[in-house]
T-cell receptor
Framework: KQEVTQIPAALSVPEGENLVLNCSFTDSAIYNLQWFRQDPGKGLTSLLLIQSSQREQTSGRLNASLDKSSGRSTLYIAASQPGDSATYLCAVSTRGSSNTGKLIFGQGTTLQVKP | DTAVSQTPKYLVTQMGNDKSIKCEQNLGHDTMYWYKQDSKKFLKIMFSYNNKELIINETVPNRFSPKSPDKAHLNLHINSLELGDSAVYFC????????????FGPGTRLTVT
């Protein structure tokens, strides 16, 4: 059974710091891994998607890596800004018999960037 | 030009009532999903439909019945609502197959009193 864990659960940093969010998963048989952002009371915004054959993806100040063999992914945020404050969710798309991916989510890391 | 839309955004109702949440996507995707986010913010898949056919049912109580009139719509009907059904329900869609990105709707916050 796939399980996804995110560490830390919460993180508070001063503006301008570079930071790393961690995600681990127990079953390496995945289609892909997605990082999402969720603002309080809002929906999910997709940040990055890494296919199982890829090692990393970059978008602006965000860089996500994937090490499928060790079951780990990291989300690197460069030069953090107060506007980055949100909950970051990691989700893996698991392989099932129906050839349809269902996303298994971690519990999230709540980030606060202080001005 | 909203990609995945849900109605209503908020739903407050009493125990025992029956309610429906509607979802529509205009992305041309074949696969749609329902996820539930509980009070601890944990997101879990409930159902998945591919081209109107149910393909994932994650041991959800049979009070929950998804219905897909066409591949652009996936509605969620809940019978005999219970307090524990209070949550945020998210609809999502993707192209068929597990390797494609899932796009999420804004969510429906259901409160059962």
């Amino acid at each position: 059974k796939q399980e996804v864990t995110q560490i830390p659960a919460a993180l508070s940093v001063p503006e301008g710091e570079n930071l790393v969010l961690n995600c681990s998963f127990t079953d390496s048989a995945i289609y892909n891994l997605q990082w999402f952002r969720q603002d309080p009371g809002k929906g999910l915004t997709s940040l990055l998607l890494i296919q199982s054959s890829q090692r990393e993806q970059t978008s602006g100040r965000l860089n996500a890596s994937l090490d499928k063999s060790s079951g780990r992914s990291t989300l690197y945020i460069a030069a953090s800004q107060p506007g980055d404050s949100a909950t970051y969710l990691c989700a893996v798309s698991t392989r099932g018999s129906s050839n349809t991916g269902k996303l298994i989510f971690g519990q999230g890391t709540t980030l606060q960037v202080k001005p | 030009d909203t990609a995945v839309s849900q109605t209503p955004k908020y739903l407050v109702t009493q125990m025992g009532n029956d309610k429906s949440i509607k979802c529509e996507q205009n992305l041309g995707h074949d696969t749609m999903y329902w996820y539930k986010q509980d009070s601890k913010k944990f997101l879990k898949i409930m159902f998945s439909y591919n081209n109107k056919e149910l393909i994932i049912n994650e041991t959800v109580p049979n009070r929950f019945s998804p219905k897909s009139p066409d591949k652009a719509h996936l509605n969620l009907h809940i019978n005999s609502l219970e307090l524990g059904d209070s949550a945020v329900y998210f609809c999502a869609s993707s192209r068929a197959g597990g390797s494609y990105e899932q796009y999420f709707g804004p969510g429906t916050r259901l409160t059962v009193t």
